[in-house]
């Protein structure tokens, strides 16, 4: 008995993530009945009701609180809430992405999404050589390689799969159909990475993720480990590495900005100083969750503090 009661539960566990995959896309395809900015609305404000709900939510107060230590509770609590209403928006947006994204350099200005840098999309589809563009949890940051794709740059975008492969799976098909080539995060994408940039093509990566080794650096003037595959790229490759963020805008509507190629710092003998870079990196989004605290993924564990004896003081 025992043992068949390990099986059936064995097979139940196989079958969950399956079945949550299925429920997910089930109301996903509800939520598409929905007019577009009713459904992003109503999101919002269920994920605010959800969200201060979930154990995540003191570790957004955690972050917010060491990150913004002048900053009083309730304006804390404030930003908390925005970032809640922006992950309920993006949820929403995954269905609609494709109505949402009517960007046209023709009608500039008269659409949901707005375009910054024009430009430099273009110098950077016309480059004879390989290129970084890297971005950060930051609004609706799925639209940049969707932006990317519309003015014909070859990109191939690292992404992180959800644990649950069934759901990876899904997510992997909606963004592949709309946003070029994708690679997962795992320990061979660096090569996947490097063959692109061999190539002559561009990569697209996100920068603030937690990462438990790695380059000694701080955000928000909190030490954190950063992940220093896009330094070592650049050493290897000698690319320009172009920044680009999404900023929702009132009224449903975005903003998306790419910004001149960084100056990567650079050690006396003219190799990429890893480390400094690295810093740079967070410094860039440093400044963009600065500008919009509400719009940042903040129950991330960025900063791998989850065991940490403060944390465990702080929710306990």
């Known amino acids: ?78 930003i908390a809430m925005d970032s809640w209403g922006s992950m309920g928006r993006m949820a929403a947006e995954y269905v609609y992405l494709d109505k949402l994204f009517d960007f046209d350099p023709a009608r500039e200005g008269k659409g949901r999404v707005e375009v910054s840098g024009i430009p430099l999309f273009l110098e950077i589809r016309d480059l004879k050589g390989p290129f970084i563009v890297f971005t950060a949890h930051t609004a609706n940051f799925e639209m ?7 003015f014909g740059l070859d990109v191939t ?36 990475l490097a063959r692109q940039l061999e190539k002559g093509g561009g990569v697209g990566v996100l920068v603030d993720q937690k990462f438990s080794k790695g380059a000694d650096t701080t955000l928000f003037g909190v030490p954190v480990k950063t992940n220093p595959l896009l330094a070592k790229l650049v050493r290897q490759f000698n690319c320009p590495v172009y920044p680009a963020r999404c900023i929702r805008l009132p009224g449903n509507r975005y903003r998306l900005e790419l910004e001149p190629a960084l100056a990567i710092p650079r050690k006396a003998g003219g190799e990429v100083d890893v480390n400094a870079t690295a810093q740079l990196l967070n410094d860039t989004v440093e400044r963009w969750v600065r500008e919009f605290p509400g719009q940042w993924l903040w129950y991330h564990d960025r900063w791998d503090i989850k065991f940490s004896e403060e944390y465990r003081n702080f929710v306990s």
């Not at 995959?21 to 009701?49: C, E, H, Q, S, Y």
């Not at 940049?144 to 519309?150: D, E, F, S, T």
């Open 157 to 192: 975008v690292l992404f992180r799969p959800p644990n649950n492969p069934y759901m990876a799976e899904m997510i992997h098909d909606f963004r592949a159909s709309r946003m070029g080539s994708l690679v997962p995060s795992h320990a061979g994408s660096s090569f996947a």
């Open 144 to 150: 940049l390689p969707v932006a990317g794709n519309a």
């Open 1 to 78: 008995m025992k043992g068949l009661a390990l099986r059936i539960g064995a097979n139940l566990r196989k079958v969950w993530p399956w079945l949550l995959a299925k429920l997910v896309l089930f109301g996903l395809t509800l939520l598409k009945l929905l007019p577009a900015d009713f459904a992003l609305n109503l999101m919002d404000r269920i994920v605010r009701w959800l969200g201060p709900k979930q154990k995540r939510h003191k570790m957004m107060l955690y972050n917010l609180r060491r990150a913004f230590p002048e900053m009083t509770e309730a304006e804390r609590l404030k």
